[in-house]
């Protein structure tokens, strides 16, 4: 999205829009009890819709002075920052004074700051931790007492305490934070009058029906960024949260809820923190997991190792823990004990392995090991997850697999049973009868794995191609996709130059994929049998009873030296026997290839009993919705589409030259022409998607109504 589009307006003004907007619930600091305030926060996160603390800023331990963005800057030390360009989604460098620019009257620095620029994930300095501390609330707090990152050693905890330096029309797509954890917003400073940021929240209610409205627009709702305008936003059918954030408001997002903030003001200073709330690891477990582990994913919240460490704290500290928060984390801790037992223990070598102050990933979906897992002996350094070598992921020694685990398990029961006892409580789960851990079938797994050929090709599913985090991951025993499968042999011919062979030329959908019903086996390979966008033919033995000459001996395609003009298809020129067309009404019915768009565009190449003959294209058929061959436009002026994106690029690469190169004034410019030619191909758009629309309205209203919709979500119609 351009800086030029999220130009949102204010939340006040959205609000008047009605559903699916609706406002923050909002709280004053003065507001919250002087005692019970852990457990009145606790109900809030638990309750899972966004919400606000206004009112820091008038207390007597707000520092004006240092909770700026010059005072920032100084304390890091730094001469230039890495940054966001919004408008092009690159990372350039800028000086520092291009972020200390101020808009403010009075300032001899006062002029124009460069926009849509967001300085992320900045260290946040220790003289502000502290002064942040003393100001906020302790369950508000990073490492606080609802932070169960506090039980992680620091050396593996995530860092995730960050100060932010924005400009106007700087963004963050909706997007769910790592691990699911809790998201804490807190605006420290504004350049100019008015709102600094626009905070777009939903609640955990809603996650489901947000999961379907981001596929819609093409995108992961776990894993991807999607910038939302709010004109997108009123075709949702979940509520969202609005907020106008000022200085000394504190924004809430809850476990695991996607949310969106759009910076306003010429400039903005806030700190982003996380904390993993109990909330958060129930999300973490039951959603955010299987989704990382599906889309190899890495976890960077280390969220496995918490119930073991947190537990270990528990029973080796004489600290104060909360009983709810002990049993919620003894319970999981179980799970994941007896979601690792396998029964034949006796049978199953088992090597201890020391992580050495550091943390086991599994080298495929990057998920955090905590225990038990398979190890490569041949590579060495190559572990797997459970999950993964049950899903046929592994590197190409796919027999060469032995058992590794850090703890073992009858020191993970005694610490459960010490915890029960401690608690003076009873276990509150077992596992379910009748039912085989992941640990059993994983140890069955190996076993067959040591079997030359443990699948057959019948039983090999296709399905989604996904990448593994380490390059020699694959999927070995399983089938990649359909491509994998043998084709039959099928009747071919040869083209022998192919130099002028468009690359817009029309290309056939791909069949369709299946999907396996195990939910393990649906994981895939990637890069593998890629098909380019052009295919040359090649000669091969044909096993057709239909002899076919070659395409240069067709009637009107002359030598093989001849320039084509359109490429041709095997699927053109296939016919099954006894369909030959035997009459002067069968002439009418040509074999052409269902799959190309632009049919009619093309000369049709019709079976006759005696060869071969070239039909032109009949001008009856042409359709005013057709998609325009090469040498065609679909209305005046749509074919300058392709050329206007082109400048758009360019100018947008200039833009971020000029901007290394500190010319403001010329980086302005080149940002108002940016503008303008993207109005021009929005124009353009419009014009075309109305020509498309009204020929498919024509013949198809039904397809119509929906190709409308479509093209107004994804904002090509107003």
Same mark, same amino acid.
């Given at each position: 999205?351009?800086?030029?589009?999220?130009?949102?307006?204010?939340?006040?003004?959205?609000?008047? $829009?009605?559903?699916?907007?609706?406002?923050?619930?909002?709280?004053?600091?003065?507001?919250?009890?002087?005692?019970?305030?852990?457990?009145?926060?606790?109900?809030?996160?638990?309750?899972?819709?966004?919400?606000?603390?206004?009112?820091?800023?008038?207390?007597?331990?707000?520092?004006?002075?240092?909770?700026?963005?010059?005072?920032?800057?100084?304390?890091?030390?730094?001469?230039?920052?890495?940054?966001?360009? #919004?408008?092009?989604?690159?990372?350039?460098?800028?000086?520092?004074?291009?972020?200390?620019?101020?808009?403010?009257?009075?300032?001899?620095?006062?002029?124009?700051?460069?926009?849509?620029?967001?300085?992320?994930?900045?260290?946040?300095?220790?003289?502000?931790?502290?002064?942040?501390?003393?100001?906020?609330?302790?369950?508000?707090?990073?490492?606080?007492?609802?932070?169960?990152?506090?039980?992680?050693?620091?050396?593996?905890?995530?860092?995730?305490?960050?100060?932010?330096?924005?400009?106007?029309?700087? =963004?963050?797509?909706?997007?769910?934070? =790592?691990?699911?954890?809790?998201?804490?917003?807190?605006?420290?400073?504004?350049?100019?009058?008015?709102?600094?940021?626009?905070?777009?929240?939903?609640?955990?209610?809603?996650?489901?029906?947000?999961?379907?409205?981001?596929?819609?627009?093409?995108?992961?709702?776990?894993?991807?960024?999607?910038?939302?305008?709010?004109?997108?936003?009123?075709?949702?059918?979940?509520?969202?949260?609005?907020?106008?954030?000022?200085?000394?408001?504190?924004?809430?997002?809850?476990?695991?809820?996607?949310?969106?903030?759009?910076?306003?003001?010429?400039?903005?200073?806030?700190?982003?923190?996380?904390?993993?709330?109990?909330?958060?690891?129930?999300? =973490?477990?039951?959603?955010?997991?299987?989704?990382?582990?599906?889309?190899?994913?890495?976890?960077?919240?280390?969220?496995?190792?918490?119930?073991?460490?947190?537990?270990?704290?528990?029973?080796?500290?004489?600290?104060?823990?909360?009983?709810?928060?002990?049993?919620?984390?003894?319970?999981?801790?179980?799970?994941?004990?007896?979601?690792?037992?396998?029964?034949?223990?006796?049978?199953?070598?088992?090597?201890?392995?020391?992580?050495?102050?550091?943390?086991?990933? #599994?080298?495929?979906?990057? $998920?955090?090991?905590?225990?038990?897992?398979?190890?490569?002996?041949?590579?060495?350094?190559?572990?797997?997850?459970?999950?993964?070598?049950?899903?046929?992921?592994?590197?190409?020694?796919?027999?060469?697999?032995?058992?590794?685990?850090?703890?073992?398990?009858?020191?993970?029961?005694?610490?459960?049973?010490?915890?029960?006892?401690?608690?003076?409580?009873?276990?509150?789960?077992?596992?379910?009868?009748?039912?085989?851990?992941?640990?059993?079938?994983?140890?069955?797994?190996?076993?067959?794995?040591?079997?030359?050929?443990?699948?057959?090709?019948?039983?090999?599913?296709?399905?989604?191609?996904?990448?593994?985090?380490?390059?020699?991951?694959?999927?070995?025993? =399983?089938?990649?996709?359909?491509?994998?499968?043998?084709?039959?042999?099928?009747?071919?011919?040869?083209?022998?130059?192919?130099?002028?062979?468009?690359?817009?030329?029309?290309?056939?959908?791909?069949?369709?994929?299946?999907?396996?019903?195990?939910?393990?086996?649906?994981?895939?390979?990637?890069?593998?049998?890629?098909?380019?966008?052009?295919?040359?033919?090649?000669?091969?033995?044909?096993?057709?009873?239909?002899?076919?000459?070659?395409?240069?001996?067709?009637?009107?395609?002359?030598?093989?030296?001849?320039?084509?003009?359109?490429?041709?298809?095997?699927?053109?020129?296939?016919?099954?026997?006894?369909?030959?067309?035997?009459?002067?009404?069968?002439?009418?019915?040509?074999?052409?290839?269902?799959?190309?768009?632009?049919?009619?565009?093309?000369?049709?190449?019709?079976?006759?009993?005696?060869?071969?003959?070239?039909?032109?294209?009949?001008?009856?058929?042409?359709?005013?919705?057709?998609?325009?061959?090469?040498?065609?436009?679909?209305?005046?002026?749509?074919?300058?589409?392709?050329?206007?994106?082109?400048?758009?690029?360019?100018?947008?690469?200039?833009?971020?030259?000029?901007?290394?190169?500190?010319?403001?004034?010329?980086?302005?410019?080149?940002?108002?022409?940016?503008?303008?030619?993207?109005?021009?191909?929005?124009?353009?758009?419009?014009?075309?998607?109305?020509?498309?629309?009204?020929?498919?309205?024509?013949?198809?209203?039904?397809?119509?109504?929906?190709?409308?919709?479509?093209?107004?979500?994804?904002?090509?119609?107003?």
């Amino acid at each position: 999205m351009d800086a030029s589009e999220q130009k949102t307006g204010t939340a006040s003004a959205i609000l008047q $829009s009605g559903f699916p907007f609706c406002p923050f619930p909002q709280y004053q600091l003065e507001d919250l009890p002087t005692e019970g305030v852990l457990e009145w926060v606790e109900e809030k996160l638990d309750a899972g819709q966004p919400f606000v603390v206004r009112g820091f800023d008038r207390l007597d331990t707000w520092d004006a002075a240092l909770l700026t963005r010059e005072s920032l800057l100084d304390l890091l030390f730094l001469d230039s920052i890495l940054v966001r360009n #919004c408008q092009t989604g690159r990372d350039i460098r800028v000086s520092a004074q291009e972020l200390l620019r101020s808009e403010r009257p009075g300032r001899k620095d006062r002029r124009r700051i460069r926009e849509s620029l967001y300085a992320k994930d900045l260290q946040c300095p220790p003289r502000w931790a502290e002064s942040l501390d003393a100001l906020l609330p302790e369950p508000f707090r990073y490492l606080g007492s609802l932070d169960l990152f506090r039980a992680l050693p620091k050396h593996i905890a995530p860092e995730v305490f960050m100060a932010y330096v924005g400009t106007r029309n700087s =963004f963050s797509g909706f997007h769910r934070c =790592f691990s699911g954890t809790v998201a804490l917003n807190f605006l420290l400073e504004v350049d100019g009058i008015g709102p600094g940021t626009v905070c777009y929240g939903t609640d955990r209610d809603s996650q489901e029906r947000y999961n379907v409205f981001t596929e819609k627009l093409g995108r992961s709702p776990h894993t991807d960024w999607v910038s939302i305008l709010p004109a997108q936003m009123k075709l949702a059918d979940f509520p969202i949260y609005v907020y106008d954030q000022r200085p000394g408001d504190l924004v809430i997002f809850p476990s695991a809820t996607a949310h969106q903030v759009c910076n306003l003001a010429p400039s903005v200073t806030k700190v982003v923190w996380n904390i993993l709330h109990l909330s958060s690891l129930m999300a =973490f477990w039951q959603d955010v997991q299987p989704a990382y582990h599906h889309q190899c994913h890495a976890d960077t919240g280390r969220v496995p190792l918490v119930p073991c460490n947190s537990l270990h704290r528990a029973f080796e500290s004489n600290e104060h823990h909360r009983t709810k928060e002990l049993t919620t984390l003894v319970d999981i801790f179980q799970k994941l004990i007896d979601d690792q037992i396998i029964e034949r223990e006796i049978d199953t070598p088992m090597r201890s392995v020391d992580p050495q102050d550091g943390v086991i990933e #599994c080298n495929f979906c990057g $998920s955090t090991i905590w225990n038990r897992h398979l190890h490569c002996d041949e590579c060495g350094d190559f572990d797997l997850c459970m999950t993964c070598f049950v899903s046929g992921r592994s590197c190409k020694h796919t027999s060469a697999y032995s058992w590794a685990q850090i703890v073992p398990i009858p020191e993970c029961k005694n610490l459960v049973k010490h915890v029960w006892n401690m608690l003076e409580l009873a276990p509150q789960y077992s596992l379910p009868a009748n039912s085989k851990s992941l640990g059993t079938l994983a140890s069955q797994a190996v076993l067959t794995r040591q079997d030359s050929t443990p699948y057959q090709r019948k039983h090999r599913p296709a399905g989604p191609r996904v990448k593994a985090v380490d390059s020699r991951g694959s999927v070995y025993g =399983f089938m990649d996709n359909v491509f994998d499968h043998k084709r039959g042999k099928r009747p071919t011919a040869t083209i022998e130059d192919t130099s002028t062979l468009s690359q817009n030329s029309p290309q056939g959908q791909k069949r369709p994929r299946t999907e396996s019903s195990d939910v393990f086996l649906d994981v895939w390979k990637q890069d593998r049998f890629r098909r380019p966008r052009s295919r040359l033919l090649t000669n091969r033995t044909s096993a057709s009873p239909l002899e076919l000459p070659p395409i240069s001996e067709l009637p009107g395609m002359g030598s093989t030296n001849s320039r084509v003009e359109a490429p041709v298809r095997i699927s053109d020129l296939l016919v099954q026997q006894g369909s030959l067309p035997t009459d002067e009404g069968a002439d009418r019915r040509a074999f052409t290839s269902p799959s190309s768009s632009a049919h009619n565009a093309f000369p049709r190449y019709e079976v006759m009993p005696r060869g071969f003959t070239v039909t032109p294209p009949r001008p009856e058929e042409a359709r005013p919705h057709a998609v325009a061959g090469p040498q065609t436009s679909a209305a005046p002026g749509l074919g300058d589409i392709p050329s206007l994106e082109k400048r758009l690029e360019a100018l947008r690469t200039y833009a971020n030259d000029l901007l290394e190169l500190s010319l403001t004034d010329s980086h302005a410019q080149v940002l108002d022409r940016i503008q303008q030619l993207q109005g021009q191909v929005e124009a353009a758009k419009r014009r075309k998607a109305e020509a498309l629309l009204s020929g498919l309205r024509t013949d198809f209203p039904d397809l119509a109504d929906v190709a409308m919709e479509e093209a107004r979500r994804r904002g090509v119609l107003q």
